[in-house]
């Protein structure tokens, strides 16, 4: 299954914690409200209720979910931030660091590569308007 | 969640059974089939002796009816239908459902059963038929016999009698496909056995003919009713037995 | 435990189609038989119906010897592509056997079914076309709702449209009526998403088994300069080697290494890949690792 089309070969269940996440940051699921279960999941995506159940615990083992026994699970109040937090560390810094990494490669220069990075930025205002 | 269900083995025959008379209705088809052939021979053709004796201007003609034919096109369709009963094509079907290999010859033999004795009751109307068409067409002025004018009583022993030989005859029919399910090579030998039987048979009739006579004699001479159900009963459980041992460790496709 | 098996052989002869194989199945689990054809996916399988005696070893299905067993029987479903029905009976008696014998049988999922894939009620089972036949069947494996339900290639000459919509009401009826079902495959793409569980054959041993959801991260992929690749899996079991341009090698090997290792190989130049489960499982169950190109390179 892929969730995101970019996500071809990664396993599903980390490919439904991500969208679990995406979901939560933008606001669809609220602080203290009950998440889907594994059994919605695994009907939403057409996956095995096993692997669905898999990618919650990554949320909860992150402290972003939190059980409630027979009941299911809820979000956490801070996990807004939690999954900010970690993105930040985790894919921002990585993609920096791999973006660094290619501009070396090209010989690009530290100026020229934050026009580039300017360049995007307005390229996405200019979008938006 | 799904629990286990726990079965007995006669609730699987019984189902088993039914899944059988559903499954295979066209054998009675082919049973009126036959019987309405042999009929045909009978009224038409079986006219076992026709004797014209000229004398004096007084022409006698004598004609022997049986309706020994429908017996006898009966007992092939039994033996027919049980030799392939144990065939793939009628046996696995039984396991794509539920059963395991002794209800699925318990089924069977409670088919043959039903079988037999539709053939036991048919053979014998079929019997009354004859004489119906031989008193309407035939005329009824030169019925030269004692036995054209048959009881209730003497129905019911037609139909019993009957249906006993054509079980007995159905078991042997099913023991020996059973036979031949066991190993591929028996579907050439066995036919060959059996020829060499019935030579070997006539040969012997002339020679010792205890030998071919007395297993006969031992059901047909029988005149005590009782004795001659249990010799049946016994026979075909025998029979039944043995196929269920041989098959009982055969795997499937 | 559903299944079990303790060093479980089948032979036919002098073939060996089972070889020693140990393993247990998960209650209420799906579990996917994968393994290229001719691995022992059908003599396995047939071997837990009940259809076929086992060589040597134990097998055990809901504790019981399935050949013969009663309870195994009236527990179980085995559908496959050669399912035998009686002849003289149309799809929908057949239905009604299916109602007769099956105790959790749902007439109801059945009728729906048959709706949906809008059969001829009084067709004759023989008379169906080879997809339509594997879509017939696999309408009697779901109504039975079986606690154990076995489907051997279940998918055969179904179209892709009937084949999405098979996996789809599989995993609806098993979300519903949580129960163990095994279902074999070559092709593990197709089934990969619905899997709680794999088994891999490989000529008729047990290669592997796991949880579905781990196999992606199983193995990966290391491509680059040839010399450069051979220094890092120095030691390690290469599922698939190959080479190709200008002195590079690809290779296919347990994803064991650190994060410190990985990043090295990184800086070193390498690339790392995911593999995807299907290729995997193909590099997992192909004899000794060779593939196609083998053949054609004779150096």
Redesign the interface.
Known sequence: MVIFATDHGKPIYLQLAEWLEKEILSGNIAADERIYSQYQLAEMFNINPATAARGLNILVDEEILYKKRGLGMFLSPGAVAMIKKRRRKQNLERLVRELVEEARLLNISRAELGELIRGAHRGEKGEKQ | MMSLTEISLGTVVKKQYIFKLRSYANLYVSLVITQLIALLFTIGGMVIENRGIGWNNIFLEVKFYSSLGIFIFTVFWILIYSFILPFPSYRYPDFSFVTNRVSSNMANMGFLITAAIAGGVTVTLGSLLVRNIIYYIGGNEGILSSNFWVSGGDLFTSMAVGSLYLLLLGTIGYFLGILVQLHRSLYLILPAFILGLLIYAIYAARTNPGLVSQPILFFVQEEAPVLFILKIIGSVLLLWLGATILSNRVELR | MVVECQGLSKHFGRTVALNNLTFSIKK???TGLVGANGAGKTTLL?ILA????KTAGEVRV?GERPF????V???TI?IDD????????SIA?IL???R?????WDHGLARRLFDYFSFNPRQLHKNLSKGKRSTFNMILGLSA?S?LTIFDEPTVGMDAAVRKDF??AL??DY?Q???TIIISSHLLKEI?????EILLLREGQKRLQL????L??YALGLRGEEALVKRFIAGREVYRREHFGKNSLFVVLRNSFSAAERHKARAAGLEI????AEDLCVYLTSKGGRGIDDVFNRN
């Open positions: 209420n689990a799906i047939k009940g259809y076929l005696r809901f013969n067993s009663l309870k029987a009236a527990n085995f050669n399912l035998a029905l009686p002849a003289t009976l008696e009604e056997a299916g007769l014998f099956y105790p959790g709702r606690v996996y789809r995993l609806q979300l009526h949580p129960r990969e998403d619905i899997l709680e949880s579905a959801s781990a992606r991260e890949m995911a593999v995807s």
